[in-house]
């Protein structure tokens, strides 16, 4: 039984930390534009390279 | 959310005031539209970010204050092909705050239902007695310790609507769902002190996450049809070019304009307000106002509608009325109050609620009573009474419409129909007559070519190329025409547009011209063509446009008449245009030329002979009649306020959505109707046990578990079956 004083609070705590990514993502804006995030992934250029000007 | 269009802040770029405005896009489609939007703007100097918003079709841009007025940030985006506006206050609402707090609720409730499920499987395991009740105690408490922050959050949106329609003295469904909810809490906790088995924290959270679940979706649906009618509305928020007393043109806001200001029209725009016609002659395309597809010769003098299109060269336009006199204006008017009459309608679930949940209640009641009378104490009474109220807690009631609704309204925004009002389906379940507008709505509301395959590819072709840059719909249609014949499209230079003939162009050879018949040198009586194009060489070609019928109309009405449904046509246009249309597809009524304020009256003469009609429009002049009528559809070709006045928008060039969306309501409703069915056989078998004290709370948990997983099991058939409209 010592077992679950250990066990219950693991699960008790990865289900914590699954809640609390899944209002950071929230708040962070990642469900805001589930479209456009998938069509980002697919831009060669990043932030950096955008200011630098293109490079081929 | 304060409704302010433009959020300051202090912060950022060494203290520098900085203000964020959204502007919606609406031609950004994909990735690549994407990023050409956000460098469009970030090239402005003075533009800090911009953030593009693919599935609102918005974007967001923070500039320093004072550096960057709007205008400027729609100019770059135009120059980069898009179509941009700033919004107003009033249409903007940040695209997904309504469902982000569902979406919150609905992951905490996620989290509690996931750890209590943990826990709760492993005390119902070990049922055999090999747990010890002081385990089985620390278990429920620790249920306890997420479960009651989790119910009080998640919990809200339910309490807050019950609240709201117990202080109004009526019932909605969410009365019970609270009820239950809340005595399932309190018993458990209650039963935890006590030490007992009964303990129902997981039924509660995991009723409450599924809820939830299906409330998130049902939203979502809406908020998403909602925003881009928003956006629509944005896009044609109109401005006006006013050419001020000391003969400068200025931009001005269309409601900044006043009687007698004299406002120049480029061609390809809307009028911003109703007005005389001071200078140039041209065609207008009065469509929206009068559902007449033919564009109308305009000369100075002639009375313009605010929201109809300047065809031609520029016109210069002496404003009659401000923007809120405007016939426009008087539309959305007569809409908002046809809107109010039709608030009252009272949705299946909450009419189910007004019967269920006094019977619940009594019986409640009556367990409690009976029990305290035949001796048990109020303890034991008590305890029976609210398992009672915890057997009917209406876990599959409450899930038996929205997992309906929401399988149903998938499916259709599969199909391209947006379904926008919450109650919309059941209204088109209810449906016994549907009324169609003719423009636009049975047709296509644009010229087609009729006889393409008569004439010349060459030919075609080359007066294809010499329309091309014209927004005429007569030579958009020969463009279209030119196209789905993939002949090539040549763009060609000198092309001069003379208002209100046609298109002229000098070649080498001589004088190019298409345009009106008479203009370009046919005679009268032979005037039968819509068009004429005359080559270098003096050949004539004469081209037949019409506003075509959308091409499943005929198969789509005989459905309906077959589902014995009653058609109408009520249209603004023309007697014999309407006749003709009407005989086409087998349908008698037809009314012709009818004002706004008549077809309204002929929508209230059919309710008032008890018919529940659907009204299929797409004009502004449809729109009051749209939400007068007790359902709507609208097409997405349709004017922006038909759609916002529409139940639902459907996609596309065909006709068939509106019987796939009749289909699929009454097959909603049917649904509906045998999970409500199913929700009371399982309430029927349980409840006389439960009264008797009989219920065990393993049997109760199966029971109710698996009453709910029937309801949404038979909801989710609606995906994927076959649905006919009978």
Redesign the interface.
């Known amino acids: 039984m010592t077992a679950l004083a250990w066990l219950i609070p693991c699960a008790l705590l990865l289900g914590l930390a699954g809640l609390a990514a899944f209002l950071w993502s929230l708040h962070s804006g990642q469900f805001d534009d589930l479209e456009g995030a998938g069509w980002r992934i697919l831009e060669d250029e990043d932030e950096e390279s955008r200011e630098r000007g293109p490079h081929r | 959310m304060d409704g302010a269009m433009t959020e300051m802040s202090a912060a950022g770029d060494g203290g520098l005031r900085l203000a964020t405005t959204t502007l919606a896009v609406g031609n950004m489609h ?2 690549g539209c ?2 050409k939007v956000e ?1 469009a703007l970030s090239a402005i100097p003075g533009v800090v970010s911009a953030r ?5 079709k918005r974007v967001s841009a923070t500039y320093r204050l004072g550096e960057v007025p709007a205008t400027q940030l729609i100019e770059a985006l135009e120059r980069a092909g898009f179509v941009a506006a700033e919004l107003t206050p009033a249409n903007l609402k940040k ?2 705050a309504p469902d ?1 707090d569902l ?2 609720r609905l ?2 409730a996620g ?1 509690a239902a ?2 209590i499920m ?1 826990l709760s499987v492993s005390v119902w395991s070990s049922r055999g007695g090999d747990m010890s009740p002081s ?1 089985q105690s620390l278990f429920h408490w ?1 249920s306890a310790l ?1 479960a009651l922050p989790a119910i009080a959050y998640a919990g809200v949106p339910f309490f807050r609507s019950a609240a709201a329609a117990l202080a109004l003295r009526r019932v909605n469904m969410d009365v019970p769902i609270s009820l239950g909810v809340t005595l399932a809490t309190l018993m458990s906790v209650y039963q935890s002190v006590r030490g007992t088995e009964q303990v129902y924290f997981d039924a509660a959270i995991t009723l409450l996450f599924f809820l939830l679940l299906g409330r998130f979706l049902d939203q979502r649906m809406r908020v998403k049809a909602a925003g881009a009618a928003a956006n629509l509305l944005g896009l044609t928020a109109a401005s006006a070019t006013v050419l001020r007393h000391d003969g400068v043109l200025e931009r001005i806001s269309a409601s900044a304009v006043v009687p007698g200001m004299r406002i120049l029209t480029a061609a390809g725009e809307r009028f911003a307000v109703d007005g005389k016609l001071l200078q140039g002659t041209g065609d207008v395309d009065q469509s929206l106002i009068t559902g007449e597809s033919t564009p109308r010769r305009v000369v100075p003098g002639a009375f313009l509608y605010a929201g109809t299109i300047n065809l031609s060269g520029p016109m210069f336009v002496e404003a009659a009325t401000s923007n809120e006199g405007t016939l426009l204006a008087e539309i959305a008017r007569l809409m908002a109050t046809a809107e109010q009459a039709r608030g009252r309608y009272v949705r299946l679930a909450d009419r189910a609620a007004r019967l269920y949940a006094p019977m619940v209640h009594a019986l409640g009641l009556l367990t409690f009573c009976g029990w305290l009378i035949a001796g048990a104490g109020w303890e034991g009474a008590l305890t029976a009474a609210i398992a009672v109220l915890i057997i009917t807690c209406p876990c599959a009631l409450a899930l038996a419409v929205p997992a309906v609704q929401v399988a149903a309204t998938s499916r259709l925004f599969a199909r391209g129909i947006l379904v926008k009002a919450a109650d919309a389906l059941e209204r088109f379940a209810e449906i016994d007559s549907v009324v169609f507008d003719k423009t636009g709505t049975l047709t296509l509301g644009r010229p087609s070519l009729l006889n393409a395959h008569r004439i010349e590819p060459t030919t075609l072709a080359a007066a294809a190329s010499l329309a091309a840059g014209s927004r005429h719909p007569y030579a958009r249609a020969l463009v279209r025409a030119a196209q789905d014949l993939d002949l090539p499209i040549r763009p060609v230079i000198g092309v001069a547009e003379i208002a209100g003939f046609g298109l002229e162009r000098q070649t080498p050879l001589g004088r190019e011209r298409l345009g009106a018949p008479d203009w370009c040198g046919i005679q009268d009586g032979k005037a039968t063509s819509t068009l004429c194009y005359r080559a270098a060489d003096g050949t004539l070609t004469g081209f037949t446009l019409a506003d075509q019928m959308r091409s499943d109309a005929a198969e789509a009405t005989r459905a309906l008449k077959a589902a014995g449904l009653a058609l109408e046509i009520l249209s603004g246009d023309g007697a014999s245009a309407v006749a003709q249309v009407g005989e086409a597809l087998q349908v008698e009524a037809c009314s012709a030329q009818l004002m706004p304020t008549q077809k309204i009256a002929r929508l209230q003469e059919l309710s008032g002979a008890g018919r529940k009609v659907l009204m299929v429009g797409d004009g502004l002049n449809d729109a009051p009649a749209l939400a007068t009528a007790h359902a709507s559809l609208s097409p997405a070709s349709a004017a922006d306020i038909s759609q916002t006045a529409a139940d639902a928008v459907f996609q596309g060039d065909a006709l068939f959505p509106v019987v796939e969306t009749l289909a699929v309501a009454r097959a909603a409703h049917r649904m509906a109707l045998q999970n409500f069915a199913i929700a009371l056989g399982y309430n029927l078998l349980f409840v006389p046990l439960a009264m008797a004290g009989h219920v065990t709370p393993l049997l109760a948990a199966i029971a109710m578990s698996c009453s709910s997983l029937a309801v949404t099991a038979n909801a989710l058939r609606l995906r994927t079956c076959k649905v006919t409209l009978t």
């Open positions: 994909c990735g994407m990023r460098t593009a918003h693919l599935s609102a695209p997904n982000q979406l919150r992951g905490v989290f996931a750890n943990l385990i620790l997420i």
